[in-house]
């Protein structure tokens, strides 16, 4: 994919140089039983930056949020998730094949959040028509959009008090984390955010530039159960300190950065907001959404082939998309608006 600007997600960005001698050095041994150091250390680091007892290493954030869904849940309970979540919508079905655990998909208002009567009249009574509800799902960030702090406090508050536990994806948090810090501490603020939850997925995989890996933070409880669940799903890793090396490294230097993604996103907007016949969503932080009006003569599996065929790859689900990341620099904005400013001449 050397010719293309690829903007179709921050998961495609490739270990740097440094970040490869970091691993290459890392001490391992076996995790399934403990051993390894660097897994450790890292599983305490997250813990400890975000405020929870423990946090597990996993290959995945589909497995993390898995994880933590069948660590709150039994067999028939249900979860209360967003109709665009990804641990609803974009990871299979996972909870419901895997552990008979019910989704219950609540609709967003513009902003990604949920009215809190929404959420309210989605826990079941304790009937026996019902599944149980037992856990409140939130993203953040959710397709990039940041949510609101007194939010997250009030959705989680009420989520206690039906006695419902609260799991955060925070695949991004630290993309929110970063966007409402401003010139303050980013970790701090992730903490923050986190700390309204019982427990919480962190992706190294996204922005933070590390080839794979996830960890899920909860108590000491919870944890336990996520271990065992994660060796039942297949999740349990051997010598993974060399992939823990990463994620420190990401942890190390990739987090302020996250905010030139997100100026970077900015400007790649405002450039495209101008060009007739398409809509740019709102954003927040490192993901550009855009529609095709009604009127314009391509669809938008269309638009994004033409895209293609220009040098610029997207993706497009719903709307299209662009994410910006650490392979994406400023003079590939300059580039990608010229693009899609001369791709846009055939949509009028
Ligand atoms: C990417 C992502 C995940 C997990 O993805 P994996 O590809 O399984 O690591 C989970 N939630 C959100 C919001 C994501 O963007």
């Keep these: 994919m050397t010719d293309f600007i690829d903007f179709r997600s921050d998961t495609v960005t490739r270990p740097s140089a440094e970040m490869r001698s970091v691993m290459a050095a890392a001490e391992v041994g076996d995790d399934a039983y403990g051993d390894d150091p660097s897994v450790r250390a890292l599983q305490e680091r997250v813990a400890d930056i975000l405020g929870f007892d423990e946090a597990i290493f996993l ?90 702090t007194d939010y997250i406090e ?75 669940i994660r060796k039942m799903l297949g999740g349990v890793m051997r010598q993974s300190g060399i992939l823990a090396a990463a994620a420190e490294f990401a942890l190390d230097r990739n987090i302020p950065r996250l905010a030139e993604d997100h100026r970077r996103a900015r400007t790649l907007a405002e450039g495209i907001s101008t060009i007739p016949g398409i809509k740019v969503g709102p954003i927040d932080t490192n993901i550009v959404t855009f529609s095709l009006l009604p009127e314009t003569k391509l669809t938008a599996g269309e638009f994004i082939i033409s895209l293609r065929d220009a040098g610029l790859l997207v993706s497009g689900a719903y709307d299209i998309r662009f994410v910006t990341h650490l392979g994406i620099d400023d003079s590939d904005i300059e580039r990608a608006i010229e693009l899609v400013t001369t791709c846009a001449h055939d949509l009028i």
């Design 59 to 148: 290959p995945s954030g589909t497995q993390s949020n898995l994880c933590a869904i069948l660590a709150h849940c039994q067999r028939g309970d249900e979860y209360l998730v967003g109709q665009m979540a990804h641990c609803y919508r974009w990871e299979g079905g996972g909870a419901a094949v895997l552990g008979s655990v019910q989704p219950q998909p609540l609709e967003h208002l513009a902003d990604m959040t949920f009215d809190l009567g929404t959420i309210e009249a989605a826990i079941k009574p304790d009937d026996i028509h019902f599944a149980r509800t037992r856990l409140l799902a939130l993203e953040n960030t959710i397709m990039g959009r940041v949510l609101p």
């Design 154 to 228: 009030a959705a989680t508050a009420l989520a206690a008090d039906h006695d419902l536990s609260a799991h955060l994806d925070g695949a991004r948090l630290f993309n929110a984390a970063v966007s409402l810090a401003g010139n303050g501490d980013p970790v701090a603020m992730a903490a923050r955010i986190a700390g309204h939850f019982d427990s919480v997925s962190v992706c190294f995989s996204k922005g933070l530039g590390a080839p794979v890996g996830s960890a899920l933070c909860g108590s000491s409880e919870f944890i336990r159960r996520a271990r065992r």
